[in-house]
């Protein structure tokens, strides 16, 4: 099927000067006019009236070659050839396209539009061109295009699942470092990732991204809170100096056995007294007033709490502590002047210790 590409269209309403008609007759001698009156009235034909083809007869015959020659605004020449038709006088005929010339180069003209880049995204204009010089159907240029795509999706996999890797090495950069010891850069949009995969929990995932921490005591992740101490009076073993307070698991795991370290120190600042407790155990003003000190240090031994609360500890828990200084101990030493209170150490909680505190 014949048809003007859409720019021969775009070139001919934007011509300058005037359109010339040239024809030849039956002894193939050429004729050239200026033409007056001419149209593009359909994809492949143009209308054509002059008056002054009563006297080229013999060279607008039906199916007799013709030629339209005409400059666009940009200054390029286009020429239209191809024979005449439907001759009813010789005031009018029509032209039926069959080729088409932008300067010296042919343009195709058989329902390849000049759109046809845009409609094949990815093919050069040397290949369409030959695609559709070569009579090329539609399935030619989708073998084409999808070649191209696939070349391009190929590439873009590529590139993801290296940018994965790189990201996966970035966020494991503590187990590598631990076992290797090279040290990986840190990138702030990794580390962030890393943060928040550690404080989600996902099972594996959060502990290979993790950096493992130099805690062999478990205490980095302990929070102490509502510290106090008072003086209490003990029917048995005189005065007494009581310190209590809270500990909270902050580790992202259960813990347990959580123990607390109370020192009392003197004006000097020299250590007077230590007394390292397990959390989980509460006694009563009336326990503290009553019992002697042995008894009251024999109820905070046990490593699991007093309810077995400290036997596992989830994240957030917190965990009452106390500890008992007796005065009369410290007879003879200078008097104390403030205590300190610290993590001593915790556990990762295990299954088998479940089953410690059940024997």
Not at 11 to 18: D, F, K, L, T, V
Not at 129 to 150: M, P, S
Request: proline content about 4%; charged content about 25%; hydrophobic content about 40%.
């Amino acid at each position: 099927m014949i048809r003007l590409p859409g720019e021969v269209s775009k070139a001919w309403n934007e011509r300058q000067g005037p359109v010339v008609l040239s024809t030849v007759n039956s002894e193939n001698i050429p004729d050239s006019i200026h033409l007056e009156s001419v149209s593009i009235i359909s994809d492949d034909t143009i209308a054509i009236a002059d008056n002054t083809f009563s006297e080229k007869e013999g060279n607008i015959q039906p199916g007799s070659k013709a030629a339209i020659l005409f400059i666009a605004k940009s200054g390029i020449s286009w020429q239209i050839k191809g024979r005449i038709e439907n001759q009813p006088d010789h005031s009018a005929v029509l032209l039926k396209v069959a080729a088409v010339f932008k300067g010296s180069e042919r343009i195709n003209v058989n329902g390849v539009e000049s759109g046809l880049n845009q409609k094949h995204p990815g093919l050069s204009s040397e290949s369409v061109r030959n695609v559709a010089n070569n009579g090329a159907n539609e399935e030619e240029f989708k073998k084409e295009r999808a070649g191209v795509l696939r070349r391009f999706a190929n590439k873009l996999i590529a590139v993801s699942l290296l940018t994965i890797l790189i990201v996966c090495v970035l966020l494991s950069r503590g187990q590598i470092e631990k076992a290797t010891g090279f040290e990986l850069p840190e990138f702030m949009i990794v580390e962030i990732l890393r943060i928040e995969l550690v404080s989600v929990d996902i099972p594996f995932v959060s502990d290979w991204v993790d950096i493992p921490a130099n805690d062999p005591r478990g205490i980095l992740h302990l929070s102490i809170s509502g510290i106090q101490g008072n003086f209490i009076n003990n029917g048995v073993d005189g005065d007494l100096y009581v310190v209590q307070g809270l500990v909270e698991n902050q580790y992202r795991k259960v813990r347990s056995s959580i123990s607390i370290k109370i020192e009392l120190k003197g004006l000097s600042g020299q250590t007077l007294m230590i007394e390292t407790v397990y959390a989980g155990h509460r006694l009563s003003d009336e326990q503290l007033k009553t019992l002697d000190v042995e008894s009251i240090r024999r109820l905070l031994t046990n490593q699991y709490g007093t309810d077995k609360n400290n036997a596992k500890v989830r994240t957030g828990q917190r965990l009452p502590f106390i500890a008992v200084f007796e005065i009369d101990a410290m007879k003879g030493m200078e008097a104390f002047s403030e205590f300190i209170v610290t993590p001593h150490g915790s556990y990762p909680w295990a299954a088998d210790i479940e089953q410690d505190v059940e024997e």
